[in-house]
């Protein structure tokens, strides 16, 4: 028996709380997903898919994690505690994807296809098929799960979709290739990636304002799972921010090379991040003012965090903690614990004790 399928077999009888944390890194340019041992960060499985994944979900339930592989038309269902692929579905160049708060629906955005897709979550039949434009990208969703939106990042634009009456209610032009976005009390916060900032949109009014700026090639943006902070991305100037989640303006910034891109947390409150030039996750400890790497395989993508032990279901439980698009109704109780002593053999980042704010004629884009 292989080392790597002996590894999982005996993983498998293992208690939960006995197991190890598990974090799952897709890998784009390799076709495969990277499955890291958290506590040590070495490679524990890597399981091979077809030809480019790039992003994945949780179920609403926790009991299965989606891969999306655009590149081979297919999503991969996984189960999150053993790393086992469970089934396989064929779907139409599957980029993005995001379950709608209530668990009805799963919004599929293709990259390559100019093609946004609604399915019934449970039985995976498409419901109806959008063409909204160039390069759909990313999505995100209204909390009573009436509207999806997507960034149209061919076209400069955001396309809204009446979840209930599965008809197209808008679009919106917001500035050139928008990313990620998400929900953030009672607005749209988007990444203008060919800029160097973030924008605001109001979905009533449709007013586009600037929110932040952090650099070029301005990314994603991620609510951490307990709710005092939101984490954006730069990923051309390669700067993660900590971004205040009442003001929306920087608090700090980290310069991580390698091309920061999505984002995942630990129970600790660590932030883990895909560096897509670098065949590399990089660990942020806030806290800390340290971060630290990690190989996997090339143009790492994707990223999620699964926790075993007490408090597993942290992630799955809180909508915006295990994707970013999912809205976050109020903080969570409680501060996250102090983070572990960091394992041996990791690559330290030299960053300052304290990384400082952007200057202030950086704060609005110019």
């Known amino acids: 028996m292989h080392w790597r399928s002996l590894a999982l077999f005996l993983a498998l009888l293992l208690p939960a709380g006995a197991r190890a944390d598990l974090v799952y890194v897709l890998n784009s340019t390799d076709a495969t997903i990277s499955v890291l041992d958290a506590a040590t960060r070495s490679e524990r499985n890597r399981i091979q898919v ?4 790039h992003h994945l979900v949780l179920t609403p339930d926790g009991r299965e994690l989606l891969v999306a592989d655009s ?3 297919e999503v991969f269902f996984l189960d999150p505690a053993t790393g086992q692929v469970l089934r396989r579905a064929p779907i139409s160049n599957p980029y993005h994807l995001e379950f709608s708060p209530d668990g009805r629906f799963l919004v599929i955005a293709s990259l390559r296809r100019g093609q946004v897709d609604v399915l019934d979550a449970r039985t995976l039949a498409v419901l109806q098929r959008f063409r909204p434009g160039d390069k759909p990208s990313h999505v995100a969703f209204s909390p009573d799960s009436r509207m999806a939106y997507v960034t149209i990042q061919g076209d400069g634009q955001v396309a809204a979709f009446d979840l209930e009456t599965l008809t197209q209610a808008w679009i919106q032009p917001v500035g050139p290739e928008p990313a990620g976005i998400i929900w953030h009390r009672g607005q749209l916060v988007m990444g203008i990636m060919g800029s160097s900032h973030f924008v605001t949109l109001n979905p009533e009014t449709r007013e586009v304002a600037p929110a932040f700026t952090l650099g070029r090639g301005a990314h994603t943006i991620f609510p951490a799972p307990e709710g005092r902070a939101l984490y954006a991305t730069s990923r051309v100037d390669s700067r993660v921010a900590e971004i205040d989640p009442d003001t929306l303006t920087v608090r700090r910034v980290w310069a991580i090379p390698g091309g920061p891109d999505c984002l995942t947390f630990d129970p600790q409150g660590r932030v883990w991040m895909t560096l897509r030039w ?4 990089a660990i942020l400890d806030p806290a800390a003012d ?6 996997v395989g090339r143009s790492p993508h994707g990223i999620f965090y699964k926790s075993m032990g007490q408090g597993a279901d ?3 439980r809180q909508p915006g903690a295990t994707s970013g698009s999912r809205p976050l109704a109020a903080p969570l109780p409680g501060r996250p614990a102090a983070a572990p002593p960091a394992a041996p053999g990791l690559v330290p980042g030299a960053i300052p004790p304290r990384p400082p704010v952007l200057p202030a004629s950086l704060q609005q884009p110019r």
């Open 50 to 53: 077809l030809r480019e994944p």
């Open 71 to 73: 590149g081979g038309n």
């Open 278 to 281: 670098s065949r590399s996750v």
């Open 290 to 295: 340290r971060w630290e790497t990690a190989r």
């Open 314 to 316: 942290f992630a799955s």
